[in-house]
């Protein structure tokens, strides 16, 4: 007989309902990092965010909402097979599909960015006119990397094959090899200015963020850090520009955590996930 009386500290996202039926977005834990080419550990993201999520509020300044307010169930991880790029692609597709088939949207939490492809996937079987807007500091538009064509270096380019790069739309580039950038100039993918967005008002918007994108003085805890990057301020401004926009998913991804003991990554990843689930 258990004669503990608490209350005991949650195991989910702080702000979450514990009841899937009533919630409008879910939020996914995909701690996969197999393919990662510089310091992995990417997988411990997910699980991280829940823990220093306890030190934020629930309330946005930025939206003047509170997080109680969107009704967001927490799903926890799910779990992958190490090495097999295709079969974590596979599961995370299929409990995506569940997502989306329940009439309700998808906040995936990562875990490495290749994960983003099968959420895409999922996403475009439900919706027609996809637009993916891309904050990251890395084009992730290489054809293969290492021989390999499933991995977190080329997930745009893979996800075009199934857009079309004219529904792409990255911010926050300046890390890539030049035939990524001759890319990126054929299809002009690359948006400097918030009102370069407005011609996808009309579009369903599925936003993938790479922490990366913001500077590693801020951000240090992800595989492949880039000096020269959005401050926080700066990302909020283009997330607030998207608020009357139709965002019908978005996803988090690349918190490595152990690589900043200092745990500022983690807490800017749990507060960027606040204003996140605001768009939602």
Not at 70 to 88: H, S
Not at 98 to 126: D, F, P, Q, R
Not at 128 to 145: E, G, P, S
Request: net charge negative.
């Amino acid at each position: 007989m258990n004669n503990l009386c608490g209350p005991f500290l949650s195991k989910d996202f702080i702000g979450a309902t514990n009841d899937f039926n009533s919630s409008k977005i879910v939020m996914l834990g995909m701690p996969y990092d197999c393919t990662c080419s510089n310091r992995a550990g990417t997988r411990f993201g997910p699980q991280a965010a829940r823990l220093e999520s306890i030190g934020i509020e629930t309330y946005s300044v930025y939206f003047d909402k509170d997080m109680e307010e969107t009704k967001f169930f927490d799903a926890g991880d799910l779990e992958y097979p190490f090495g097999n790029a295709a079969r974590a692609l596979e599961i995370t597709e299929k409990n995506v599909d569940c997502i989306y088939n329940s009439n309700k949207k998808l906040l995936g939490i990562g875990g490495e960015h290749l994960i983003t492809l099968a959420s895409v996937k999922s996403v475009l079987k439900k919706f027609d006119d996809v637009v993916v807007i891309q904050f990251d500091a890395h084009t992730d538009l290489r054809k293969q990397y290492l021989g390999e064509e499933l991995t977190h270096s080329g997930v745009m380019y893979q996800i075009a094959q199934l857009t079309g790069f004219e529904n792409i739309a990255q911010i926050g580039l300046r890390s890539g090899e030049k035939e990524e950038f001759e890319i990126v100039k054929k299809y002009s993918t690359l948006k400097t200015t918030k009102e370069e967005l407005d011609k996808f008002k009309n579009k369903n918007i599925f936003l993938t963020i790479d922490l990366d994108v913001l500077d590693p003085s801020l951000m240090s805890g992800v595989g492949t850090p880039e000096a020269g990057g959005l401050t926080y301020l700066e990302l909020m401004d283009w997330l607030l520009y998207l608020k009357n926009f139709n965002i019908i998913g978005a996803d988090i991804m690349e918190l490595s955590p152990d690589i900043d003991p200092t745990k500022t990554s983690s807490a800017t990843c749990c507060k960027l996930i606040r204003e996140v689930l605001m768009l939602l």
